[in-house]
């Protein structure tokens, strides 16, 4: 397709569990981004990539948080031992690089987590 | 601690009509601004951006005016349209250089009855 895809788009899972969300960026995009939106909250900033390497990890919340971009194209986040207050949902974003205004980011649909 | 505010969460504005939207930002170095728009169950989607050293930026119905003494923006659409009924997202960007990380207010949403 032609956006951003994220897999899957809901996820239901027990406290303790580990979840694995996918996004396949847009074609020939080098920045991906994850993003984090809580209830009733903006999209919060969570990591970003420049190709292969994790730029900026600033907006991870801990440690059971983790994502990867092994080959430039598609990410992974991993989240360890889920929370209840983990449940969100998980928007990735990619742009064709970080020049100028920037900013310009095309979300995918985002995954929902539910965390019981 | 909110550097980027929206205190509205709400607006209903006739189709026809113009909508303000309004956004507070406490951080003087952010280098930009932009507002996405938001229906339900999909992803933001970038609607309009201005640069710190401008003062307002306009594309067809939509208009977003930054008063930097205030530390305040706001997007202008007019006329209002029924399809224009969304989650309104006002995103500041570019502090210390980083032009990857925007901070993002709580939202607006729009209804424009027609």
């Not at chain 1, 960026?25 to 969570?46: C, D, K, M, N, V």
């Not at chain 1, 989240?79 to 980011?105: F, H």
């Not at chain 2, 189709?15 to 507002?35: A, K, Q, V």
């Amino acid at each position: 397709g032609a956006g951003v895809s994220q897999t899957p788009s809901n996820k239901v899972t027990e406290k303790g569990k580990y979840v694995e969300l996918r996004c396949d960026p847009i074609s020939g995009h080098t920045a991906l981004y994850w993003y984090r939106q809580s209830l009733g909250q903006g999209p919060e900033f969570l990591i970003y990539f420049q190709g292969t390497g994790a730029a900026d990890d600033s907006g991870l919340p801990n440690d059971r948080f983790f994502a990867v971009r092994p080959e430039g194209s598609v990410s992974t986040l991993k989240i360890q031992r889920t929370e209840r207050g983990d449940s969100a949902v998980y928007l990735c974003a990619s742009s064709l690089g970080t020049s100028g205004i920037g900013g310009e980011l095309f979300f995918g649909e985002g995954s929902r987590l539910t965390v019981l | 601690d909110q550097q980027v505010k929206q205190n509205s969460p709400s607006l209903s504005v006739q189709e026809g009509r113009i909508s303000i939207l309004n956004c507070d930002y406490t951080n003087s170095m952010f280098d930009y601004f932009l507002w996405y728009k938001k229906y339900p169950a999909e992803g933001p989607t970038f609607l309009i951006s201005i640069s710190s050293i401008k003062d307002k930026n306009e594309d067809g119905r939509f208009t977003v005016f930054l008063n930097k003494s205030a530390k305040h923006l706001s997007l202008h659409i007019v006329p209002s349209q029924p399809g224009d009924s969304a989650v309104y997202f006002c995103a500041s960007g570019g502090y210390g250089g980083a032009t990857n990380k925007l901070i993002f207010g709580t939202g607006t949403l729009l209804a424009v009855q027609p």
